[in-house]
């Protein structure tokens, strides 16, 4: 039997690049990160790590880049960031009530000033009539302020991702020049 999978890594390899609108976002939010002396941390879901990787595709990020946990599973949330059953139960774990306590849960674990939470949708399952497929929910906390966002975006399940990631980017920019 054959495999069409190598071990010689050139092979295999996809090169992750970040496009070059939303590296200039982050470049921007890190410069205003490092001028206040703040840091950012992030917990993702359906975006499994992007934001992560798109502050960390700029050079420098290690100084205002404190930490990001992938919290998939609704085990995860609730073990990690302390998101509690009822919450889950009652709400879902695509909600504004979610998002809100994942925030709380990476502040509380990761001291940042800047936190961003997402939770959502991605496809193509998982949509209901209630929360259809592009359904995301954001948590945000800079500083004092908080907000929840829910979007909903159109596309497939890489586009929804996408613009999850973008849009979580441009809204710390905002939140954070609005500080």
Known sequence: MSSTFSTDSTVNATPLILDSALSAQVQVLGDALKA????????ESCTGGGIAF?????????????????TYSNDAKQNVLGVTEQSLVEY????KQTVKEM??????????????????VAGPGG??????????????????????????????RHEVRQHAITFAITHLVKMLSEN
């Open 36 to 43: 206040k002396g703040w840091t950012v941390s992030s917990a």
């Open 54 to 70: 798109a502050f960390t595709s700029v050079a420098g990020s290690s100084d205002w880049f404190n930490q990001s946990w992938v």
């Open 92 to 95: 879902g774990a695509v909600s």
């Open 103 to 120: 925030a709380a849960g990476v502040r509380r674990n990761s001291g940042a000033q800047l936190v961003v939470t997402v939770s959502g």
């Open 127 to 156: 949509g209901t009539e209630e929360k259809p497929v592009g359904t995301v929910w954001f948590g945000f906390l800079c500083g004092e302020r908080e907000a929840q966002i829910k979007q909903v975006f159109s596309g497939n």
